[in-house]
């Protein structure tokens, strides 16, 4: 069974950085997309990045910019790099892998999720 872990959250001050860590189990990782979610309490989910098996990646609006995905798949671990950090960036931060839809290959079908780290931001 695939297994998905993060680690690196923390409290860190606005505009400050942090890097998370997403470790996943399995000899398939390179053939993963990996993406990042996050969510305050209160709010719906929210996409923040992700990168895919060619190493391409993407990021949601909120966060473009001060984010960079990146992955090590002899090391079955994606980094979240992120950067001028603000208050509004607290939430919990999940990792989840999978793969692209058959037939729609711009669309990540996600199946295995990591328990999620929290990330503080003060002001």
């Known amino acids: 069974q695939v297994q998905v872990a993060e680690s690196g959250g923390g409290l860190v001050q606005a505009g400050g950085s942090l890097r998370l860590s997403c470790t996943v189990s399995g000899r398939a990782f390179n053939t993963y997309t990996v993406g990042w979610f996050r969510q305050a309490p209160g709010k719906l989910r929210e996409f923040v990045g992700r990168?895919?098996?060619?190493?391409?990646?993407n990021y949601g609006d909120s966060v473009k910019g001060r984010v960079a995905i990146s992955r090590d798949n002899y090391k079955n671990t994606a980094l979240l790099q992120m950067n001028s950090l603000k208050p509004g960036d607290t939430a919990a931060y999940y990792c989840a892998a999978g793969r692209p839809i058959p037939g729609v290959p711009t669309q990540t079908r996600y199946d295995y999720w990591g328990q999620g780290t929290q990330v503080t931001v003060s002001s």
């Open positions: 990168i895919n098996s060619r190493g391409e990646t």
